[in-house]
């Protein structure tokens, strides 16, 4: 069995451990003609685009239906195709910016990871599963600053700066408060 391979991307002979398998594995033809390296630069390339990186949100988001220690079940109810028309429809209303922060969001990785400003879904109520009513979508930093934060924790704080800053029910400030009467 030959031990090296010419990798067709970059051209460089290379030990054929650098090369991932085919699924299909048939004999002679069980080697992929790019190297890995090579391969992971493809694949840096197309995750980001817009496509590449939609495809692998959903992908990832679909994933956490999967029970593991660090997430809770949570199912999806929605195809690949209709999480694409959401996506449409939010940029379209929203444009390519986090519906939390304003802040412009992209598509390129970034070396902060979950504190960047790409793309990510976030479920409103964290209680509740994946479904088009449930997810919003925003940058992963806010995703991330906003946690495990419950609609009840939201009620409390508007309720307490409402409290703290004067404003009555109906949205105006009550001038009043906080000087002598």
Known sequence: MKK?????KCKITKN???????????????????CKSCDATR?????????GFMKKLFSS???????????????IDFTREEFFEMWKE????????CFYTGIPINFIKSSEHIRGNQVSVDRIDNDLDYTKN?????????NFMKGSVTI??????LALYEERQGIDKNNKIDTMKGHNQ
Do not use: Q, W
């Open 90 to 97: 939010y940029k379209k209303k929203y444009g390519m910016f």
């Open 43 to 51: 694949k840096s390339k197309y995750y980001s685009t817009e496509d």
């Open 152 to 157: 009840d924790m939201c009620r409390k704080i």
């Open 4 to 8: 090296n391979k010419k990798c067709s």
């Open 61 to 75: 988001t679909k994933d956490r239906k999967v029970f593991s220690k660090r997430h809770i079940s949570h199912s």
């Open 16 to 34: 054929i451990i650098k090369f991932y398998l085919r699924p299909e594995r048939r004999k002679g033809k069980g080697i992929r003609s790019i």
């Open 134 to 142: 449930n997810i919003i979508f925003c940058s992963s930093k806010a």
